[in-house]
């Protein structure tokens, strides 16, 4: 059986348990669609939080990015990770215990404010729109390739997958299915990295063969040799100050992700929401310590396979053609001697590689067993269509829950709740989709941009919440809306050739920093308005003060959530 065969084989299969899970988990009331019921076991919630988190630009990025940018590219790396435990020991247990549906609800009612509530709604849409773009990105990476068809066909079909669970589902839905897609990412993820670890190191774990093997000196020494920059030299493709901002941007960002912070509301119990922090950082260890090795291990194999080859030799591979005509592997045989050869000089150089396809291409390039490479393409599917499927959720919930319910029509019934929500997935997935057929960039930097806009907006709002007792509603809205607007127009304004069609950026940096790593700016922008505006009016009442208390520093250990 083909390539090609296998993987339509597969991704119906999987396509068909994710329907399958949808349908069996159709609920009728918004505890269910919201928050699942908050019944959810912790271990079950760690794999649903892991699957959400690691989205396409996980799971099909992130490995290309240390590919190609080295030392550099390991800021994806630290300031995911690192993110993931600041949201998971400083914050998630704390806005559990306050228990509500979104973090727009825990913001409008913190703050004591409906205005609160609808900036943290706005700023939630403008994060999960950011964010889910990469994913149709993603998606239309796998299915253009392996499956043959037009990316657009793509995503429609993606989209349509996810949009039948979700309204069916609701949050319990999406959870239970993102349980199934996580088990399935994560082998195809470690099966093709153990064989390409074995192949060139003779050690099975990736982990201990980039440890202890010499791949990445080597890797280092062949770049040289071939005029690109050092592999294992820091700051060759970023400032030192763009990666500090960058990594830091990515961690404060993560830990103000409202799709991924939703998900502790769906446990019993604060002590439950602590476990599955736990059970979510073991399942994505797995994945973020291979995908250094990954790195190495692909571009090592990739210069070998092309370096100083011939043109017309390289293409009798079917997969160097069938990525092609992708069009994300661009072979150009410059100076017409019939013999590729890699660049620094962009005139120059006669192989082009998209760093999406990094993880796509390695089971092949390793020319592992075809059904390696049909599992790794559902796995990426999985991966984008999980963290899809909790934006879209976020989404629906910002305006269904926190704007219609809880501001426009408090005496709305569950039915009508219910109805909403449902109608604003179905909004959602058509945005997504004109996103993910327009991307404004690659999937792991479309996504940086997200948590930029997270960082900026939500974050100081979250963390003030919780520790800041004098801080008041007027603080936080300007503090969100003031973050936010930097933020997003910084990144438009630097990102302008993508989404206005100019020629250059209408700024290239500001003071240096790019447009991944503008969100600390915005963040900082936001704890220093909101402190400034909360210290020059009102105090909070002080039964909300005496609220922050008690969730900071409970008196009485809650066991009931």
Known sequence: ??????????????????????????????????????????????????????????????????????????????????????????????????????????????????????????????????????????????????????????????????????????????????????????????????????????????????TFSDIARELSILQVELGLKEYVAPFTDMSGLNVFAVTLALMIGTAGLPHVIIRFYTVKNVRAARWSAGWALLFIALLYTTAPAIGVFAKYNLINSFNDQSIEQVREEAWVTKWEETGLLTLEDKNGDGVLAFSSDAAANEVTIDPDIIVLSTPEVAELAPIVIALVAAGGLAAALSTASGLLLAMSSAVSHDIYYRIYRPNASEEQRLKIGRIMIFL??????????????????????????????????????????????????????????????????????????????????????????????????????????????AAPPEEIQQMVEDIRVPKVMDKTG
């Not at 030392?71 to 998630?92: E, H, K, N, Q, S």
């Not at 809205?477 to 020629?503: C, D, H, K, N, Y």
Request: aromatic content about 14%.
């Open 1 to 210: 059986m083909s390539v090609e065969s296998l993987t339509l084989t597969l991704v119906i299969l999987t396509f068909a348990i994710y329907l399958y899970i949808g349908w069996r988990s159709k609920v009728k009331d918004t505890s269910n669609f919201f928050v699942a019921g908050k019944d959810i076991p912790a271990a079950a919630n760690g794999a649903a939080i892991a699957a959400d988190w690691m989205s396409a630009a996980s799971f099909i990025s992130m490995a290309g990015l240390i590919s190609f940018l080295g030392y550099d590219g390991t800021i994806y790396l630290m300031g995911w990770t690192g993110g993931y435990v600041l949201l998971a020991l400083l914050l998630a247990p704390y806005l559990r215990k306050f228990g509500r549906y979104t973090v727009p609800d825990f913001i409008g009612d913190r703050y004591y404010s409906n205005g609160a509530r609808a900036v943290a709604a706005v700023a939630t849409l403008f994060i999960s729109l950011t964010y889910v773009a990469g994913q149709m990105r993603g998606v239309g990476i796998v299915f253009s390739r392996y499956l043959q068809v037009d990316i657009v066909v793509g995503v429609l079909i993606g989209m349509a997958i996810v949009a039948f669970f979700a309204v069916l589902g609701g949050m319990k839905g999406i959870t239970w299915t993102q349980v199934v897609q996580y088990s399935i990412l994560i082998v195809a993820f470690l099966i093709p990295a153990i064989a390409i670890s074995f192949k060139l190191t003779g050690n099975p774990v990736p982990q201990l063969a980039l």
């Open 428 to 537: 959602a997935v058509i945005v997504a989709g004109y996103f993910g057929v327009n991307p404004p960039g690659f999937v792991g930097e479309v996504v940086a941009f997200a948590f930029g806009l997270a960082a900026a907006s939500l974050f100081p709002a979250i963390l003030l919440g919780i520790f800041d007792r004098r801080m008041n509603r007027e603080g936080a809205i300007w503090g969100i809306s003031i973050g936010l607007a930097f933020t997003v127009i910084m990144i438009l304004l630097m990102r302008s050739p993508q989404v206005f069609g100019t020629e250059t950026p209408v700024i290239e940096s500001f003071f240096g920093i790019n447009a991944q790593g503008i969100g600390v700016v915005g963040a900082l922008l936001n704890f220093i308005i909101s402190f400034i505006v909360s210290r020059r009016t």
